[in-house]
T-cell receptor, first 112, second 114 residues
Framework: QKEVEQNSGPLSVPEGAIASLNCTYS??????FFWYRQYSGKSPELIMFIYSNGDKEDGRFTAQLNKASQYVSLLIRDSQPSDSATYLCAVPTSGGSYIPTFGRGTSLIVHP | DTGVSQNPRHKITKRGQNVTFRCDPISEHNRLYWYRQTLGQGPEFLTYFQNEAQLEKSRLLSDRFSAERPKGSFSTLEIQRTEQGDSAMYLCASSLSTTAYEQYFGPGTRLTVT
């Protein structure tokens, strides 16, 4: 059973800072990961899908995969109050269906 | 609006009653997924369809839960003999099979069992 672990937080950062969110995973063979953002009272939305070949950058978001230590990180540069949300890390289940197994999420608060 | 829609948005029911939820996916998406999310947890996968075929069911899905997608478009999730532990947000998502990693979630149906 593939699993991911996240610190529930909250992680509090000042506006303009870099927010660093971490996720550890149990299956050393995992090669791809999801990061979803979920605003309070809303449904999750995919912000990043990363495969095994290194870092991935999309705007202010960078996902980093450290296979040796079995963790994946999401960095948010120039954090804004609108980034305040719960960030869910997930790993696809086996079999190629890309069904995510989610962690419990980390709550991020960006204060002005 | 061309996103995923779910109805009803809220449902309050008494223990032992049956409930049915509906999900309308993005029109060209052939995959449809059901998840359940409780407070403080990430969504848990329940089942998914490709077109009208139900391809996978979670072991979490008890016999009281059944899902259908009869014409490969909308889907229904029925819970029979509801229990208080069924109280949760039920989320539907859809995707193309060719880009299955990119799922789009609907707003969810919040179920409260009293």
């Amino acid at each position: 059973q593939k699993e991911v672990e996240q610190n529930s937080g909250p992680l509090s950062v000042p506006e303009g800072a870099i927010a660093s969110l971490n996720c550890t995973y149990s299956d050393r063979g995992s090669q791809s990961f999801f990061w979803y953002r979920q605003y309070s009272g809303k449904s999750p939305e995919l912000i990043m899908f990363i495969y095994s070949n290194g870092d991935k950058e999309d705007g202010r978001f960078t996902a980093q995969l450290n296979k040796a230590s079995q963790y994946v990180s999401l960095l948010i540069r120039d954090s804004q109050p609108s980034d305040s949300a719960t960030y869910l890390c997930a790993v696809p289940t086996s079999g190629g269906s890309y069904i995510p197994t989610f962690g419990r999420g980390t709550s991020l608060i960006v204060h002005p | 609006d061309t996103g995923v829609s779910q109805n009803p948005r809220h449902k309050i029911t008494k223990r032992g009653q049956n409930v049915t939820f509906r999900c309308d996916p993005i029109s060209e998406h052939n995959r449809l997924y059901w998840y359940r999310q409780t407070l403080g947890q990430g969504p848990e996968f329940l089942t998914y369809f490709q077109n009208e075929a139900q391809l996978e069911k979670s072991r979490l899905l008890s016999d009281r839960f059944s899902a259908e997608r009869p014409k490969g478009s909308f889907s229904t999730l029925e819970i029979q003999r509801t229990e208080q532990g069924d109280s949760a947000m039920y989320l539907c998502a859809s995707s193309l099979s060719t880009t299955a990693y990119e799922q789009y979630f609907g707003p969810g149906t919040r179920l409260t069992v009293t």
